[in-house]
């Protein structure tokens, strides 16, 4: 709707007033403008100016504050703290100036001021991690245990590259491992598989099984090679049956592929290669040698579709023993390994073969079955049967080359593997094959 203005007068007055709040509406502008431009110019001067042509702005204000609070040039803590405070007056909404803020009220020893501050912080930044890892430390430092480990908990939730520094502080804090995964660990089984890990690379093998359980009874998934360093401690604790546990656990979550035999006494996993190995736990696993080519073949095999070629390159005289699997058996017990190898152009008087040794103890245990040298015209079988020892409870058992004491020695050629077995014997064990 338009307002006609028939007298002069009023033409004159409205065109003034047009004219006054544009002028007054373009030096705002101005200041405003002029103040940010200033302000860019980072120094205790310029941040005043800026201050003093915008007063209401909240960022110049906090800028200014961190400015009198950390520059040694121009330190004023008290007109820091101030400054602080009208930015947070200015823009109540602003977790960093109430953060900000805090920090300068601690550092001139009002404690309980800045704390409360810090509880501002909380209510705007529920989830944001670098604050309630700030909240934490205050409270960790002037308050309780109880007060510091949920801010921790959160921090982990949002951004888990906090975990070394939260758990070495937890740790320092309280020895109480319950109370540390309970209220500081997130519930996710990532976050738990981490913290395990920490526990582990600290030497706190005492405390993991509790974390174990966690994580066991969590649905969630997870990859399957964040579990291996806690089986492998378990292995070099000499705590074998409860790494196969753990193993037997992560089959259960669907987490590693199922092994499926045509005869279940077979002790081997994935004896036949059918699915690629896992490289971890009580699947095959594969140490990786320069200039050793190792991997699965789909056009030569025993049975079904796949077997395992190694292919040495005949640069070194290898001893060899880089493809391998840890079995779980019983003590004084008789063994038979079996499988089928096939060569083609295996140079030097010592081929690959089969070896078992005690996973502890190789003096007490490590056979090897017949090396194949040359070219086999057809898969041959390999065996070696054998008796575990009075304290064998863990063997190995590998795709090996013992090094050629001949002048020609570097080994070069192909070897496949497949169909490996491991059968608890009934009988008496009969010496394996020299």
């Not at 800026?50 to 803590?77: E, T």
């Not at 800045?114 to 890892?133: F, G, M």
């Not at 660990?185 to 993991?208: C, F, H, I, K, M």
Request: charged share 20%; aromatic share 10%; hydrophobic share 40%.
């Amino acid at each position: 709707m338009t307002i006609p203005l028939k007298s002069a007068p009023a033409k004159i007055v409205t065109l003034v007033i047009g004219i006054v709040t544009f002028v007054l509406a373009a030096l705002w502008i101005g200041r405003v403008y002029l103040a940010g431009v200033i302000a860019e110019r980072n120094s205790v001067v310029n941040l005043k100016t800026a201050v003093h042509l915008d007063p209401g702005n909240a960022r110049d204000a906090l800028f200014l504050g961190r400015m009198y609070q950390y520059s040694v040039a121009d330190a004023q803590p008290k007109l820091g703290i101030k400054e602080l405070m009208r930015a947070a007056t200015l823009n109540p909404y602003s977790a960093q100036a109430w953060l900000d803020l805090a920090t300068g009220l601690e550092f001139e020893g009002d404690t309980h001021a800045a704390a409360l501050c810090l509880r501002r912080v909380d209510y705007l930044a529920p989830r944001i991690p670098d604050d309630q890892w700030a909240v934490g430390n205050f409270f960790l430092l002037h308050g309780t245990v109880d007060q510091a480990f949920p801010h921790f908990k959160m921090a982990l939730a949002g951004n888990p590259g906090y975990w070394q520094a939260v758990y070495n502080l937890a740790w320092k804090a309280t020895d109480d491992p319950a109370k540390i995964l309970h209220e500081v660990v997130p519930g996710d089984a990532t976050s738990e598989l981490t913290y395990l890990n920490y526990l582990l690379s600290t030497q706190r093998l005492a405390d993991v099984a509790p974390v174990w359980s966690e994580i066991s009874a969590n649905p969630q998934k997870f990859p399957p090679d964040m579990a291996s360093p806690y089986i492998d401690a378990l292995i070099d604790a000499h705590k074998p049956d409860q790494a196969y546990d753990a193993w037997s656990e992560l089959r259960v979550k669907g987490l590693i592929p199922p092994t499926y035999e045509a005869r279940p006494s077979n002790l081997i996993e994935n004896g036949d290669f059918e699915d690629p190995p896992v490289n971890m736990g009580f699947d095959w696993r594969i140490a990786p040698v320069a200039g050793v080519f190792v991997g699965r073949d789909s056009t030569v095999f025993h049975s079904a579709t796949h077997s395992l070629e190694i292919e040495f390159p005949g640069t070194q005289n290898f001893d060899y023993h880089n493809v391998y699997q840890f079995v779980v058996v019983r003590p004084g017990r008789p063994y038979h390994l079996s499988g089928f190898m096939r060569t083609e152009n295996i140079t030097t008087d010592s081929g690959p073969c089969l070896e078992v040794r005690d996973a502890y103890n190789p003096a007490g245990l490590d056979d090897y079955s017949t090396a194949l040298t040359g070219t086999t015209d057809s898969w041959t079988p390999v065996n070696i049967y054998f008796k575990t020892g009075p304290k064998t409870d863990l063997i190995s058992v590998n795709v090996a080359r013992r090094p050629s004491d001949q002048f020609e020695s570097n080994i070069s050629g192909r070897v496949w593997v497949d169909d490996v077995r491991l059968d608890q014997e009934s009988g008496p064990a009969e010496d394996s094959q020299p």
